[in-house]
Nanobody
Framework: QVQLVESGGGLVQAGGSLRLSCAASRSILGINRISWFRQIPGNQRELVATNTGGGGTNYADSVSGRFTISRDNAKRTTYLQMNNLKPEDTAVYYC??????????WGQGTQVTVSS
């Protein structure tokens, strides 16, 4: 089994920045994509950003130009750099790894709160 451990969440003022990290406890075989989702209580989980095995990235329209997803394979870690944060970015952020060999893994989530 694999553990995805997220860190970097916290409280920040609007306009500020945070960098989330998601570290895997071991290497995962056959990764299709690594993604960050977020969820507000009572709402569905929303896809924020995706990094594919080929290095391509995709972003939700609401974060495009402000958030950047990246990965360091040597450290088994994925990052989400979040700049110019807005109150509507407040949510619990989850990392997700999708593998065509091992299936799907989720992190435990990290809270991001943006004050106005």
């Amino acid at each position: 089994q694999v553990q995805l451990v997220e860190s970097g969440g916290g409280l920040v003022q609007a306009g500020g920045s945070l960098r989330l990290s998601c570290a895997a406890s071991r290497s995962i075989l056959g990764i299709n994509r690594i993604s960050w989702f977020r969820q507000i209580p009572g709402n569905q989980r929303e896809l924020v950003a995706t990094n594919t095995g080929g290095g391509g990235t995709n972003y939700a329209d609401s974060v495009s130009g402000r958030f950047t997803i990246s990965r360091d394979n040597a450290k088994r870690t994925t990052y989400l750099q979040m700049n110019n944060l807005k109150p509507e970015d407040t949510a619990v952020y989850y990392c997700n790894v999708d593998s065509y060999i091992e299936g799907e893994y989720w992190g435990q989530g990290t809270q991001v709160t943006v004050s106005s």
